[in-house]
C-alpha cells in the first residue's frame, strides 16, 4: 500500500528533535520534539507523532542530542540600544572597578580618539560619589582625558562625571544655578566637581548628544547590536524603557527591513530626567502608532517618578539618614504631582497606552497606587501599569498592588549583595535595605512580579544569575557576602516565570510567546545544562547554546 505523503499546508520548515523541551504550557509541560512553520509552532510532542504528521519532503530536522530547551527569555526592562552603543562605541569599564582603574581605562581610550571627541562611557559605582568629588580627581581626570571632553555615567545611569573641557562646553561654572531635580557637585569654592547628579547631568548630555548625533541608521545597526547581545543570554522579547522618536524610527526601519529579531515593546518617555531625549511628552508619545510593525509595539509610555536612593532623590515614606547637606528630616519628592500623574495615566489609558513608572522609594510606589485606584474607579481595567524597579514597597501597599493590578517589574541584578545595595545601605540604613524586593510577599497577595536587567545599568543583560538570585537572595558570583531578605526567596519554577510567562502577558505579548505552544512564536533556546536538575547555586552559569527567534536561529555559542 503506498505510503500517503504529507500534505504541503502540514509539511513543517523545521523539526526540532531529541530535545528535552520545558514548554511552559502547563497543559503539556514537556515534549521531546516541535515542528515549526512559518516561524510558528505547528505541533510539539512526541517524535513519532509529528514526523509522521509534519514531516516533508523540505522538512530540516535539526537534532539536538538530548538538550534541554525552553522557551526564550524576556527583560521587561533594558535600554537596549544604549547598551548596543556602548559596546560599538564607548569606554567600557565595570561599576566594581576603583577610581585608579577606571583613570586607566580613560586614559587608554584617549589614546586612540581624533581630535575633539568626545570620551562617553561608563559605568562608575554609586559609592564612588564622595570620591570623584574629591579634591584634586577633577584634575587627575581632565589629565587622563587628554584634551578631549568626557562624560561618564554612574550604575544607575542617572549621574555623570564630567570633565573640565565637557563642563565648559555645557556652560557649567559656579554661576550656575541646579537645575530643577538635579544638584551640581560643588568644592566649599563653589566650583563644580564634575560631579552632576539627575537632571544636572542633561545639561551636559544635551551638548554631547549635539556633537555626537547619530544618523537614523546609526541607531538601527546600534539597536541591532544590543539585540545580538540580547540573544547571546536567550533573550527574545524586550521592553526597551526609554524610547525616543529616533528609536522608533530605527525599530521600525529595522523591521521593515527584516532586521528586528526580538519582540519589542517601547516605553515612550512622557517626561526626562536622564537621557537628554528631545522631543519627550506630549511630543512623543501621541505619535507612536506610526512606529507599529509585526514585532515592534509602541504599547507603554515611561515616567520617572523620582532618583534613585544613593543620591537621596528616591522618594520615602520615612527619612534617610540624617546627613549635613539635607538634615534628618529628608524623605526625597516626586518628580511629577499626583494629579500630573493621574492625568497622565488617564488620557494615556483612553489612547489605550500602558505605562511603567520608575519608582525606586516605598514613596512613590504608593503615589503611583494612589493613582491607578483613580484609573481604575473610571473603568480603565485593563490598563497594564508597571512600578519600574520595585524594590521598595510598603508593607500595607503590598495588597493594593494585587487589588489595583499595578505589575513589580523588579531588577534582581540590581538588588542583591553587591554595589548598589552597599550604595542603598549607606543612605537608609542596613535594616530597611534589607527590605528590597519583597518578592515572595507580592507573588502571596496575588500580585505579578516580572524581571528586567535595566541593561547598561548592570554590565551584562544575562537573566540568570539573576534567576539564580530571586531564589538564593545571594550574589550569584560570590563576591559579596551574605543574603537579603531569604525570607523572600521565590522557587525555581517562580523565578523562571518572572522572565517567561509573566513578563509575555505583562508585557502584552502573551498570545505571541512566554511558552512553546501551538501557534506561538517559535522563539526558544538551547541551553548547556538543566536549571530543573542542578543545584540552585549553578544556575547563575547557565549558558546559551542556540538562541532561536520566530524559527530562526539568532544565536549560536
Avoid at 560619589?129 to 562624560?151: C, I, K, N, W
Avoid at 545611569?157 to 564630567?162: F, I, S
Avoid at 487589588?403 to 542603598?424: H, M, Q, R
Amino acid at each position: 500500500m503506498p505510503q500517503t505523503s504529507v500534505s504541503e499546508v502540514l509539511a513543517a520548515d523545521l523539526i526540532v528533535r531529541n530535545a528535552r523541551i520545558t514548554t511552559l504550557d502547563p497543559s503539556a509541560p514537556w515534549a521531546d520534539t516541535m515542528a515549526i512553520k512559518d516561524g510558528r509552532v505547528l505541533a510539539i510532542g512526541a517524535l513519532a507523532n509529528i514526523h509522521a504528521a509534519h514531516h516533508g519532503p523540505d522538512s530540516v530536522v535539526h537534532d539536538l542530542g538530548g538538550a534541554r530547551v525552553m522557551p526564550g527569555l524576556h527583560d521587561a526592562h533594558n535600554h537596549h540600544q544604549i547598551g548596543g552603543k556602548a559596546d560599538l562605541m564607548e569606554v567600557t569599564f565595570l561599576s566594581t572597578a576603583s577610581l585608579e582603574e577606571i583613570l586607566v581605562a580613560i586614559r587608554d581610550y584617549a589614546t586612540n580618539l581624533p581630535s575633539g571627541a568626545w570620551i562617553v562611557g561608563g559605568s562608575w559605582g554609586s559609592t564612588l560619589l564622595d570620591e570623584l568629588s574629591a579634591p584634586a580627581t577633577l584634575a587627575r581626570l581632565d589629565e587622563v582625558s587628554a584634551g578631549h571632553p568626557a562624560l561618564l555615567v554612574d550604575d544607575s545611569h542617572h549621574n555623570k562625571w564630567a570633565n573640565s573641557a565637557a563642563l565648559a562646553l555645557a556652560g557649567i561654572s559656579a554661576a550656575t544655578p541646579d537645575p530643577h531635580e538635579g544638584r551640581i557637585e560643588r568644592y566649599p569654592s563653589g566650583e563644580p566637581t564634575g560631579v552632576l547628579l539627575e537632571t544636572a547631568g542633561v545639561i551636559v548630555e544635551k551638548i554631547m548628544n549635539d556633537a555626537n548625533r547619530l544618523t537614523i541608521d546609526q541607531w538601527a545597526d546600534t539597536s541591532e547590536r544590543g539585540i545580538q547581545i540580547l540573544h547571546r543570554y536567550g533573550v527574545t522579547a524586550f521592553q526597551d524603557a526609554g524610547a525616543s522618536l529616533e528609536l522608533l524610527t530605527a525599530l521600525k526601519k529595522m523591521d521593515d527591513n527584516g532586521r528586528l529579531k526580538a519582540w519589542v515593546v517601547s516605553c515612550m518617555m512622557a517626561n526626562d530626567m536622564i537621557f537628554g531625549a528631545d522631543p519627550v511628552g506630549d511630543g512623543l508619545v501621541w505619535g507612536g502608532e506610526a512606529f507599529r510593525t509585526e514585532h515592534h509595539r509602541p504599547d507603554f509610555i515611561k515616567i520617572f517618578l523620582d532618583g534613585i536612593p544613593p543620591t537621596r532623590t528616591a522618594c520615602f515614606l520615612e527619612p534617610y539618614l540624617p546627613d549635613t547637606e539635607h538634615g534628618a528630616h529628608h524623605f526625597g519628592h516626586t518628580a511629577m504631582s499626583p494629579d500630573d500623574l493621574t492625568d497622565w495615566l488617564i488620557r494615556a489609558a483612553k489612547k489605550g497606552i500602558s505605562a511603567k513608572i520608575h519608582c525606586t522609594g516605598d514613596g512613590s510606589v504608593r503615589q503611583v497606587l494612589d493613582s491607578v485606584e483613580v484609573l481604575r474607579s473610571q473603568g480603565f481595567t485593563d490598563t497594564s501599569v508597571h512600578i519600574a524597579h520595585g524594590q521598595f514597597v510598603a508593607v500595607a501597599d503590598i495588597p493594593r498592588m494585587a487589588s489595583l493590578s499595578v505589575t513589580a517589574e523588579i531588577s534582581p541584578t540590581l538588588w542583591f549583595p553587591g554595589v548598589i545595595y552597599e550604595a542603598i545601605k549607606l543612605v537608609i540604613g542596613e535594616e530597611r535595605a534589607q527590605q528590597m524586593q519583597p518578592n515572595r510577599s507580592l507573588l502571596n497577595a496575588g500580585a505579578v512580579v516580572i524581571g528586567g536587567s535595566d541593561w547598561p545599568v548592570i554590565p551584562f543583560p544575562n537573566p540568570w544569575p539573576g534567576i539564580e538570585g530571586l531564589i538564593t537572595r545571594a550574589d550569584p558570583t560570590g563576591e559579596f557576602p551574605g543574603t537579603l531578605g531569604i525570607e523572600q526567596a521565590l522557587t525555581l519554577d517562580e523565578a523562571i516565570a518572572v522572565y517567561t510567562t509573566a513578563s509575555a502577558k505583562a508585557m502584552g505579548l502573551e498570545s505571541l510567546t512566554g511558552s512553546l505552544e501551538v501557534g506561538k512564536s517559535a522563539d526558544f533556546i538551547v541551553l548547556d545544562r538543566d536549571p530543573w536538575s542542578i543545584p540552585v547555586t549553578d544556575i547563575g552559569d547557565t549558558v546559551v547554546l542556540q538562541t532561536w527567534f520566530a524559527g530562526e536561529k539568532v544565536y549560536e555559542r
